[in-house]
């Protein structure tokens, strides 16, 4: 069981170009988040799924695509980066059911530098 | 909106001090609240999750309340060690418009000192 994975670790892209961050997990959850964390500003919501084919903006999404081709894996897509998308990119999972909402489970983390 | 606030922004104490961080919110229409300890360059490790209608959670040394009233959390850790050094963040899950989403406060640094 290896719950929430990311790739890669760290990255670094020059301006204007484009990568996708990969998120898989084994834990069978409904639900997929990204995130963004920036010194001092705590963590934004990027995207999130609430299921397989389902997928909805959260506070920050311009500049970015997601996609939720099957219950295990959530791809966050950069288009053209640009240097304020320099950040610690987490993805995390939770599951949900009826009127029950369980804890999310964070992945270790993608550092991305855009220069 | 929602906001969660977390005080002190950081904190360092000797080892073996029982210590209390500190978390509010503005909105209490939450369904639950999430601590969690993230090292550095590491991601959020999940701590305590209470549900909405709970009043505390414990794991081990550490103890959660929840006064949903109030809109505060506390997070109670006893008999600290230097291993407990991190940042604790705080974070509510509640509806907005026709989703759910966490709102995060920005964490209290501890430094626990042998």
């Known amino acids: 069981n290896a719950g929430v994975t990311q790739t890669p670790k760290f990255r670094i892209l020059k301006i204007g170009q484009s990568m996708t961050l990969q998120c898989t997990q084994d834990?069978?959850?409904?639900?997929m988040y990204w995130y963004r964390q920036d010194p001092g500003m705590g963590l934004k919501l990027i995207y999130y799924?609430?299921?397989?084919?389902?997928?909805d903006k959260g506070e920050v999404p311009n500049g970015y695509n997601v996609s939720r081709s099957t219950t295990e894996d959530f791809p966050l897509r950069l288009e053209l980066a640009a240097p304020s998308q320099t950040s610690v990119y987490f993805c995390?999972?939770?599951?949900?059911?009826?009127?029950?909402?369980?804890?999310?489970?964070f992945g270790p983390g993608t550092r991305l530098t855009v220069t | 909106k929602q906001e969660v606030t977390q005080i002190p922004a950081a904190l360092s104490v000797p080892e073996g001090e029982n210590l209390v961080l500190n978390c509010s919110f503005t909105?209490?229409?939450?369904?639950?609240l999430q601590w969690f300890r993230q090292d550095p360059g590491k991601g959020l490790t999940s701590l305590l999750l209470?549900?909405?209608?709970?009043r505390e959670q414990t794991s081990g040394r550490l103890n959660a309340s929840l006064d949903k009233s109030s809109g505060r959390s506390t997070l109670y850790i006893a008999a600290s060690q230097p291993g407990d050094s991190a940042t604790y963040l705080c974070?509510?899950?509640?509806?907005?418009?026709?989703?759910?989403?966490?709102?995060f406060g920005k964490g209290t640094k501890l430094t626990v000192n042998p």
């Open positions: 995390a999972s939770s599951y949900s059911s009826g009127g029950a909402r369980y804890e999310q489970y």
């Open positions: 834990m069978n959850h409904n639900y």
């Open positions: 799924s609430v299921g397989a084919g389902i997928t």
């Open positions: 909105d209490s229409a939450i369904y639950n």
């Open positions: 209470i549900q909405s209608s709970q």
């Open positions: 974070a509510v899950r509640l509806r907005v418009g026709g989703s759910e989403k966490l709102v």
